[in-house]
Structure formats: C-alpha cells, structure tokens
C-alpha cells in the first residue's frame, strides 16, 4: 500500500517568512495529493491539491509542487502570518482510500 | 461549518465496552469515510462507504466495524475497548466514491477509554 513520509514534524518560522513542507510517497500510482489544515481542537480542512497531470499549483500564499519522477510534494506557504499557526497533514491517494503523513506542527512566532 | 456531523462529541467508557459513534455526511454526499487520529498523531484511515456499500478498507481492527444506511449516515461501532483506542474519531463525506473529490471532515468524537 501506499505510505507517505512527511518532514519537518514541527517548524517555527519568524512571521513573514516562508516555511516548506516536504512529502514522499511510495505508490507510482498514486494521482491526487491534497493538503490539509488543522488548527488545535478542530477538523481537518482542504487548503490546496494537486493531482499528478500537474506539476505546480498556487493559491494566494500557497502552492504546492509535485515531483512525479522523484516520488516528492511539497507545500510551500509565503508571507507567514500567526494564523498559519496549525498542523499541516499532507495525503497521498492509493485507489480509494487516502494515505496521511504524520504532519508537521507549523509555528509562526510575532 | 462543513455540514458534516457527529455524534456524540465526547465519550468516555470503560474498557471491554462497546460504543457506537453516528455520522451524518453532507447533504448530497454518497461517501463516508471513517478515520482514528490518536494524541499527537496523524490521521489513519479505517473505511469508507459509498452509497451504502463498503468502498476501501485501512488498518481498521476486527473489534472495530462499520455500516452506511440507506439515508446515508453512517456508524462505527468499537467493541471490547482497550485503553489504546483512546482517541479523535473523524468522520468525512464527500460527492463521490474517488478521494480525489474534496472530503469534508466533521468535528469528530473525543473517546476515552478508562
């Protein structure tokens, strides 16, 4: 089955700096990798997605890439404000069911 | 508010207790999807239903099954409870069977197990 690796666990960023989320996956079939947001307490929400005929995606401060040949995505978000503050979880498709990696806590100090 | 609900939003039991958790998807979404988010850890998937027929199956334990009904909530029922069930219950909906149509995740169930 599929497994999707995700690094750094935790990361603290200065408020307007960029921070980067990197994620591996180990299913060549694999076509869809969202990205979710979960703040403390509260559920998962869809911040951006990509599917795999697509090698770069953006959505205000945030894009995301996907290397297919090397197996790797990453989440990339811009001009950091506290309210990125959050856990971020990224997912990779194996048929129909969606593989977490194990997040990565976001930090964005003031 | 993703229109996903859940029931109940918190749990406390016993161990060797069987509980059952209810979700109700989307107005108009035919799949559920069940996921376990234990302290601090990510989230694993366990089932999903699409239209009320079993779709994908993860690390779900033998303890643990499922069921959608005909008006599309679902349930999922742990039984013989250990202390390492202690954990997020999520429930998430979405349009279709596929994952790569947005899941909507509700607020989930808190279960403790003493």
């Known amino acids: 089955g599929e497994n999707v690796e995700q690094h750094p666990s935790t990361l603290s960023v200065q408020e307007g700096d960029s921070a980067v989320i990197k994620c591996t996956y180990s299913d060549s079939a694999s076509n869809y990798f969202p990205w979710y947001k979960q703040e403390l307490g509260k559920r998962p929400q869809l911040i951006i997605d990509?599917?795999?005929?697509?090698g770069e995606k953006k959505d205000q401060r945030i894009a995301v890439t996907l290397n297919k040949t090397a197996k790797h995505f990453s989440l990339h978000i811009t001009e950091t404000q506290p309210e990125d503050s959050a856990v971020y979880f990224c997912a990779g498709n194996a048929g129909n069911m969606l593989t977490f990696g194990g997040g990565t806590r976001l930090m964005v100090k003031p | 508010d993703s229109g996903v609900t859940q029931t109940p939003k918190h749990l406390i039991t016993a161990t060797g207790q069987r509980v059952t958790l209810r979700c109700s998807p989307r107005s108009g979404d035919l799949s559920v999807y069940w996921y376990q988010q234990s302290l601090d850890q990510g989230l694993q998937f366990l089932i999903q239903?699409?239209?009320?027929?079993?779709?994908a199956k993860g690390n779900i334990l033998e303890r643990f099954s499922a069921q959608q009904f005909p008006d599309l909530h679902s349930e999922l029922n742990l039984s013989s409870l250990e202390l390492g069930d202690s954990a997020l219950y999520f429930c998430?909906?979405?349009?279709?069977?596929?994952?790569?149509?947005?899941?909507?995740f509700g607020p989930g169930t808190r279960l403790t197990v003493l």
């Open positions: 998430a909906s979405s349009a279709a069977g596929v994952p790569y149509n947005e899941q909507f």
């Open positions: 239903y699409y239209n009320g027929e079993e779709r």
């Open positions: 990509i599917r795999s005929n697509v």
